[in-house]
């Protein structure tokens, strides 16, 4: 990686790991970026700071660990406030920098120990949805003096639903369990059924700040309901230690125990299999241990992990019920998170759930490489201020009516043509017309006089559907068509240049013509 590259950096700042991907412009296969004595392994930083205030000494991820365990000393360390940020329910310990200041510290850091050679032109960041608007007003003031030309934010749901494949207008579950919080979360990616796909709200454009003024804003998934909890992968590993080592309680058993949690999570390890590690009876002296998986399991289950898990899914499914999603209206549970890796949590998850679909992305870094995938060409799009329709007939009722292409709201230039089959609407037909409408709300006024003065009152709002003035678009088809019989496939889509294009083609999908259709503004 000696060679300069030019491309987009998404950073997925989480609770307990920060992810860092990287998508050169040429398009080439995104990569985990690894930073010494930072990254735990490429692409992974724990989110975690230390910093001693009367020397100005700051460090972050691994090294931040490090000075914590060489010190025995947690006054400087600070970890666990990502979840704070924005978040008015929880409330912050009482130290040196607040949950704001921390981040702010961390990120500030981890910028300037990016590697050299990468030529950031796009920057991509995630945030919860949850707390959505505080996170990303916290965002644009710690992003204020990078010199970046772009600045998109996604939020992490959608990012994860993107970075597995889910189609647009899905609604899914995500399993997530990170080192301090279990959160699962239902909730439906935008898009479908002919409405606008996902896209990343822009922050800054051609190295200007758009945050308060770009027409491209906030697309979020919506949240159908949502449970979780303050554990996490190192409570798990808390009570590994305790369970080996009830009376010493020591960081670095701690560390120990989530290596020995992380090997077990290993595919192929047998239920019997014996192993034996390491861990501190006192300040200097180690004593050997041996367990297996499924001592360590029996751990979990003594715990009571497994009824936990259980209510908070029931609480997930009574709040989706009363929003009319039942488990069944689901497209697929997405896990993510390090503790979705533990096989007894995954089987446990796929015994609750048999019919759905689960699916395994890179547990860490799924949200960050699907950040990726929705900022591929940022740029800013404009928004339609009215439905464009397409006139049809209806053949049981014999009546013309409206069908939608695109819907008042989405933005354009489009991503995907809005496709539709044409049928024959009565026997021997080989002539279609295509008449396009616009949608508009109409709002009618009227004076009144109040107390003997004339005021203008504007009534209700009213739709109304507009007639494009163009004449209609005659299709003639090569050989008559019989009632009902699938005829014509027709492709809209909206250019850069605002104009409406058709693709119409017959069912060998041979072209019959290209249609420019008129300005949708």
Request: charged residues 25%; neutral net charge.
């Amino acid at each position: 990686m000696s060679n300069k590259i030019i491309g987009t950096l998404a950073i997925d700042l989480g609770n307990t790991n920060t992810v860092l991907a990287f998508q050169s412009e040429k398009g080439n296969d995104p990569f985990l970026i690894e930073i010494r004595n930072i990254t735990s392994k490429p692409g992974v930083v724990p989110t975690a700071i230390w910093y001693e205030p009367e020397s100005n000494r700051s460090a972050i991820g691994t090294e931040a660990i490090n000075l914590m365990n060489q010190k025995n000393e947690a006054r400087y360390f600070y970890s666990n406030f990502k979840r704070l940020i924005g978040n008015p329910f929880e409330k912050a310990n009482s130290k040196q920098l607040s949950p704001e200041e921390s981040g702010k510290k961390f990120f500030r850091i981890l910028w300037s120990n990016l590697p050299s050679n990468l030529i950031i032109k796009r920057l991509v960041l995630t945030s919860p949805i949850d707390t959505y608007k505080k996170y990303r007003d916290w965002l644009i003031e710690i992003c204020d003096g990078l010199s970046i030309e772009e600045i998109a934010l996604v939020d992490e749901p959608t990012a994860a639903g993107i970075g597995t494949n889910v189609p647009f207008g899905s609604k899914i579950m995500v399993f997530d369990i990170g080192g301090s919080t279990i959160d699962l979360n239902i909730v439906k990616i935008e898009g479908g059924e002919g409405k606008a796909a996902p896209i990343a709200e822009l922050l800054r454009f051609n190295s200007e700040d758009v945050s308060n003024i770009s027409r491209q804003k906030l697309r979020c998934a919506e949240i159908i309901s949502k449970a979780g909890c303050k554990i996490g992968g190192k409570d798990i590993d808390r009570w590994i230690a305790s369970h080996f080592i009830p009376s010493f309680e020591d960081e670095r058993n701690i560390i120990i125990a989530e290596k020995l949690k992380c090997k077990l999570s290993a595919q192929g390890i047998k239920s019997e299999q014996k192993f034996t590690e390491y861990f501190y009876i006192d300040k200097t002296n180690k004593k050997a241990y041996s367990y297996t998986k499924k001592e360590i399991e029996a751990i979990l289950i003594s715990n009571k992990l497994f009824n936990l898990l259980e209510t908070l899914l029931k609480n997930l499914l009574n709040q989706a019920r009363g929003k009319d999603c039942k488990l069944t209206d689901l497209y697929s549970i997405i896990l993510v998170g390090g503790g979705t890796q533990i096989p007894i949590i995954r089987d446990w998850i796929a015994n609750r759930m048999p019919d759905l679909l689960i699916q395994y992305p890179p547990p860490i870094e799924s949200v960050a490489l699907g950040a990726l995938l929705l900022t591929p060409g940022v740029k800013i799009k404009d928004i339609l201020n009215k439905s464009l329709l397409i006139r049809l007939l209806n053949k049981r009722d014999k009546k013309h009516f409206w069908h939608p292409i695109f819907f008042r709201g989405q933005t354009w230039p489009t991503e995907q043509p809005y496709e539709l089959i044409l049928q024959a609407s009565k026997d021997g037909q080989k002539r279609f017309e295509i008449i396009i409408g616009e949608l508009k709300e109409v709002s009618d006024f009227e004076v009144v006089f109040e107390e003997g003065i004339p005021k203008v009152s504007e009534s209700q709002a009213s739709e109304r559907i507009i007639y494009w003035d163009i004449d209609p678009i005659e299709i003639e088809l090569n050989q008559p068509a019989s009632l009902g019989e699938d005829c014509l496939k027709l492709s809209f889509s909206i250019n850069d240049e605002s104009y409406l294009n058709l693709i119409c083609k017959d069912f060998k999908n041979k072209n019959i013509g290209i249609f420019n259709i008129g300005s949708v503004l």
